[in-house]
């Protein structure tokens, strides 16, 4: 079974900065995609930021500037460096995959379990 796990989140005064990582692991054939979704409370899941394995990035227009999303292929990780971050961007960050494993003919959706973000004085 893949799994996704994320890391990095915690609490950080506004305008500081976070990297979150989210690494897959299993029996993996290929990554299609990798995304964050953020959700913070009282709210709906949104997405934040995606890549595809050709590189091709999109970005939710409320951290465009601010957010960065990056892929280490060789080690199946996902990256979202955030900076000037804002009381607005606190949520639990969700990292979320296309992945096709080896015990199955096409792609499936991943969810990891999330990571807290605060921002706070």
């Known amino acids: 079974q893949v799994q996704l796990v994320e890391s990095g989140g915690g609490l950080v005064q506004p305008g500081g900065s976070l990297r979150l990582s989210c690494a897959a692991s299993?029996?993996?054939?290929?990554?299609?995609?990798m995304n964050w979704y953020r959700q913070a409370p009282g709210k709906q899941r949104e997405l934040v930021a995606g890549?595809?394995?050709?590189?091709?990035?999109n970005y939710a227009d409320s951290v465009k500037g601010r957010f960065t999303i990056s892929r280490d292929n060789a080690k199946n990780t996902v990256y979202l460096q955030m900076n000037s971050l804002k009381p607005e961007d606190t949520a639990v960050y969700y990292c979320?995959?296309?992945?096709?494993?080896?015990?199955?003919?096409?792609?499936?959706?991943?969810w990891g379990q999330g990571t807290q973000v605060t921002v706070s004085s």
């Open positions: 299993g029996s993996i054939f290929s990554i299609y995609a």
């Open positions: 979320y995959a296309v992945i096709r494993d080896n015990s199955a003919p096409g792609p499936r959706a991943y």
């Open positions: 890549i595809t394995s050709g590189g091709s990035t």
